[in-house]
């Protein structure tokens, strides 16, 4: 049997019991603690602009983003970034939006003591959290139809150059046709092209491959 509960503005004296007989409960119950199609884009509307972007870029680099490409100068700190994400998670949890147990969908990434050298988004929030985005912004066909060249141009730099490439390699041809991708993103290109026949994988590790010749 599955009991769904959802209680909106519980009183402080609610909240308290019911929260006691689950943790009575607490090896039946299965926590909610999920990001749903509805809760991403809660969450992706409530930001503001600057930690909207994170969660934007963040996606369209296949679940990261670097703090050079946040930074507007070398001198931009990326610390206010975090506290608004954290703020609007704790905030959601308090309006019922969300679980308090919900884990954080972008967590910034860096060798600790406040510096912050990228953020970080699990592979299985990336289709939800796409959606949300498309959802709420003004021109989310041109951001989809951004993706998608990506691929496109791509292809034709293989075609035209052929021989091998590598993520470097990727890279920097996506740069030269006006697309500022990660090295992530490059290497996901790779792959998919290489599933269309385009490409052979040369190394079992690396990102290698040699243009298929037809």
């Not at 909610?32 to 884009?41: G, I, L, Q, Y």
């Not at 730099?157 to 990727?170: H, K, M, N, P, V």
Request: glycine share 6%; charged share 25%; no cysteine.
């Amino acid at each position: 049997m599955i009991i769904t509960v959802r209680v909106e503005n519980p009183t402080p004296e609610f909240q308290e019991r019911l929260l006691k007989l689950l943790a009575e409960h607490a090896s039946d119950v299965q926590a909610d603690a999920f990001w749903t199609a509805e809760r991403a884009e809660q969450y992706y509307r409530s930001l503001p602009g600057r930690a909207r972007r994170i969660v934007k870029l963040a996606v369209a680099g296949d679940g990261y983003v670097a703090s050079d490409d946040l930074r507007e100068d070398a001198t931009t700190s990326l610390r206010g970034h975090s506290a608004a994400l954290k703020r609007l998670l704790t905030r959601g949890a308090l309006l019922g939006r969300w679980p308090e147990t919900i884990q954080p969908p972008i967590t910034p990434q860096g060798p600790g003591f406040g510096k912050v050298v990228g953020y970080a988004m699990d592979e299985e929030l990336l289709s939800v959290f796409f959606a949300a985005i498309r959802a709420v912004e003004e021109t989310p066909e041109e951001w989809a139809e951004q993706r998608m060249t990506q691929a496109a141009s791509l292809e034709k730099a293989i075609r035209s150059r052929q021989g091998s490439w590598d993520t470097r390699g990727a890279v920097a041809a996506l740069s030269a046709a006006g697309h500022d991708v990660t090295d992530k993103r490059a290497r996901q290109l790779l792959r998919d092209l290489a599933e269309t026949g385009l490409l052979t994988k040369t190394d079992p590790v690396r990102a290698a491959y040699d243009t298929v010749v037809p």
